[in-house]
């Protein structure tokens, strides 16, 4: 509303924004397609029909208003200017609390700081009679010309990319989720070259521990994810510590309480078990890369060509990211094997 009121009292903050986002929504249907990654392609056209659906919403009110009443002051309302004022949002809002709650706030100058994971300033909230500030006060010292790098909070690239149209390209916080499946458990453990029976035929007692690890049951939540501070979802590593637990170290598994099943330090079931589920984790990661179209090279040298379209070179960065964190993990994970099996020669 404010964009197309010129002179109104928000004006020349809202000529200051960018003209263009760099968000999903705008990008081409190739553009998406070469995220590469299934949920987050999901979401965009998730947001994508949430826009045409507002658009068609907007223009079926707007018909019955007066054009003296019309609240863009005639101007037409479209997905595209109703993308931009979502953009324009969710990439400078920052979200700010007080006694009272917590809110989206729009904070024009403070704004203008980009994001870091090792800030080197942050935003101070101050209460008074007249009512709140905020202000930016740097955490150590700045030359002249310095960037000011506030951090955004600690967030994925998903989310990054979907709200501010730009990937961290080795983001602690990102992670590569998959659908815990017993299925695929099966395949990688065929993959790992694990031989015994599937885990589909799992006893009546592992049931009971993976309907508390809420994979299994009524309304068991069945995403887990790879990456971010754990490296692995501990209820998908717990789960294979006990699918691979055999009737004899039943014991064992019930002396474990959920939380060091879930941990990967250690071996709460033995370095066996242990090695068979790092080894299967290994081969998830490895399925999970194989679904990708292109490998981290093929992207690297089409990265590499300079008339990629923004969004274009947007997407590669983050599909490439979202390969190098598994590639990551199974490294981390192979030398926790390696090490096991050290171990287990001394
Ligand atoms: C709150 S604004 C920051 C100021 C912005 N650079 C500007 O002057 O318009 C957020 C936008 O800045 C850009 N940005 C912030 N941090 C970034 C980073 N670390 N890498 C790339 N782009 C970043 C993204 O376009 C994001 O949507």
């Known amino acids: 509303m404010e964009r197309a009121h010129i002179g109104s009292f928000w004006w020349p903050y809202i000529c200051n924004l960018p003209q263009r986002f760099n968000v999903p929504f705008f990008f081409t249907g190739p553009e998406i397609t070469n995220l590469q990654y299934p949920p987050v392609i999901y979401q965009v056209k998730r947001r994508c029909r949430a826009l045409l659906d507002l658009e068609k919403e907007l223009r079926n009110i707007l018909t019955e208003v007066p054009s003296n009443q019309h609240p863009f002051g005639g101007q037409e309302v479209n997905a595209s200017s109703l ?87 080795e983001n602690p916080h990102d992670f590569v989720e998959m659908r815990y499946d017993k299925a695929m458990l099966d395949a990688a453990r065929m993959a790992a070259r694990l031989n015994g029976d599937g885990f589909s035929q799992s006893a009546v007692s592992r049931q009971s521990i993976l309907e508390q690890l809420n994979l299994e049951g009524a309304g068991a939540s069945l995403q887990v994810n790879f990456g971010g501070p754990k490296l692995v979802d501990g ?112």
């Open 83 to 169: 993308g931009w004022a979502m953009a324009a949002v969710s990439s400078r809002a920052f979200q700010m609390h007080n006694s009272k709650g917590s809110a989206r706030l729009m904070l024009p100058l403070i704004d203008m700081c980009n994001h870091s994971f090792s800030p080197n300033a942050r935003i101070i909230q101050q209460e008074s009679k007249e009512g709140t500030s905020f202000s930016v006060i740097a955490d150590r010292h700045l030359e002249e010309g310095a960037d000011i790098l506030l951090t955004y909070g600690a967030l994925s690239n998903d989310i990054l990319l979907l709200d501010y149209g730009f990937v961290v390209a």
């Open 235 to 346: 209820r998908l590593l717990a789960a294979l510590r006990v699918l691979y637990a055999q009737d004899s170290d039943y014991d064992s598994v019930q002396q474990r309480n959920l939380s060091e099943l879930q941990m990967l330090d250690g071996a709460p079931l033995g370095d066996v078990i242990e090695k068979k589920s790092l080894k299967t984790l290994v081969a998830i990661c490895a399925l999970l890369l194989g679904h990708f179209p292109t490998s981290i090279t093929e992207d690297e040298n089409i990265l590499k060509k300079i008339d990629l379209t923004e969004a274009g070179r947007l997407a590669l960065e983050y599909r490439v990211a979202k390969k190098k964190l598994l590639v990551d993990c199974i490294q981390a994970l192979s030398r926790r094997i390696t090490s096991l099996e050290k171990d287990t020669m001394q």
